[in-house]
C-alpha cells in the first residue's frame, strides 16, 4: 500500500496492490478487462501485484480481510475519514457510493452492479449513499474523499 496513494474514483479504494490470487493480467496494456470486478485497465497503471504469499485454497477462498496489513489500513486516520472498510476482494474501500451511483433502494438480493460486478447481497447495509453535491462549487472537495472536484 503506497502511502501516497488516491482514491479509486468508483469503489473509494486507496489500495494499489492486486489480491495475491488475482488473475495474471498486463496492466500496461490498455483495453483489458478485469475478471474479476470489471475495471478496464486503461485507468489501472498504478496497481501492482501483490508480493508472493504461501495460500492454502483447501481450506477457504483467500480474502482481504484476512491480510494483516490491510487490518490496519482502515484504522488509519484517512480510512476512518472515509469510511473504510475491508472488502474481501478489493481491500480497503469506503463504505460511501460515489455521488453518481445509481439509487440501489430497489435493488434485489441477487442483483449485480452494472460498473463492480459487486453482489447486492454481500453489500446489502455495508454501503451507504453519497452526501448531495448537487449545486457544489468547481474545486469543491469531497467530504468523502476529501478530493478537489
Known amino acids: 500500500m503506497a502511502a501516497t496513494a488516491s482514491a479509486c474514483p468508483v469503489v473509494g479504494t486507496t489500495n494499489d496492490v492486486l489480491p495475491p490470487n488475482h488473475p495474471e493480467v498486463d496492466l500496461t496494456k490498455d483495453g483489458q478487462t478485469c475478471p474479476v470486478v470489471g475495471a478496464k485497465t486503461d485507468h489501472h497503471h498504478n496497481l501492482h501485484k501483490h508480493p508472493s504469499v504461501a495460500i ?18 482502515v484504522n488509519e ?23 453518481d451511483h445509481p439509487d440501489t433502494a430497489a435493488a434485489k438480493e441477487g442483483d449485480v ?4 460486478k459487486a453482489t447486492v ?3 446489502k447495509n455495508k454501503v451507504h449513499s453519497h452526501p448531495s453535491v448537487h449545486g457544489a462549487d468547481k474545486g469543491a472537495v469531497c467530504p468523502v474523499a476529501g478530493v478537489s472536484a
Open 77 to 99: 486516520p484517512k480510512s476512518k475519514a472515509m469510511d473504510d472498510e475491508v472488502c474481501p476482494v478489493i481491500g480497503p474501500a469506503t463504505t460511501v457510493l460515489p455521488p
Open 113 to 116: 452492479c452494472p460498473v463492480t
Open 56 to 73: 492454502d485454497n483447501s481450506l477457504s477462498p483467500p480474502v482481504a480481510t484476512e491480510c494483516p496489513v490491510l487490518k490496519n489500513v
Open 121 to 123: 447481497g454481500h453489500h
